[in-house]
């Protein structure tokens, strides 16, 4: 009987190893679904539009018009960038209109020319259409 009792023990022995491991890794998975929950998965434009700065959303928002599938590329490969800390400045909207252009993407930006008069700025068409109206 001993030799039935030691095999019996042997196996609960084992039974109970499989039992805690099998414990553990569940409660492990629990683990790494909480902090899953925890840290929401940003959305790559999110974190880009995060960090750009003076008409940098301006030149975004172009880009998307004109090419979206192109720069909803160039967009998670910013993020992964910024995510990975190799970007961590400001964008400007002359940096990001500088990275499409240099991808060859050529976005088309409304261009507004101001000149003063009088000591307030008037549009460039403004002033040409007040003129010419003058002379008339």
Do not use: C, W, Y
């Not at 099998?22 to 902090?35: A, F, G, H, L, Y």
């Not at 928002?61 to 960038?81: G, M, R, Y």
């Not at 990001?96 to 252009?101: D, H, Q, S």
């Not at 240099?102 to 261009?111: E, H, K």
Request: no cysteine; glycine share 6%.
């Amino acid at each position: 009987m001993s030799e039935e009792d030691s095999e019996l023990e042997r196996l609960k022995a084992k039974r109970l190893a499989e039992m805690k491991k099998n414990i553990s890794s569940k409660q492990e998975i629990e683990k790494t679904q909480e902090v899953a929950k925890e840290k929401p998965v940003e959305n790559p434009r999110d974190l880009l539009v995060n960090r750009l700065g003076f008409r940098g959303l301006e030149v975004l928002e172009n880009a998307e018009s004109q090419f979206p599938n192109e720069t909803k590329i160039i967009v998670e490969k910013l993020s992964e960038l910024i995510k990975t800390g190799e970007i961590n400045e400001i964008i400007d909207g002359g940096k990001l209109l500088t990275l499409f252009r240099s991808v060859g993407l050529s976005i088309r930006m409304a261009t507004k020319i101001h000149i003063e008069q009088d000591g307030k700025f008037v549009s460039l068409s403004d002033k040409l259409s007040n003129k010419s109206s003058v002379d008339e």
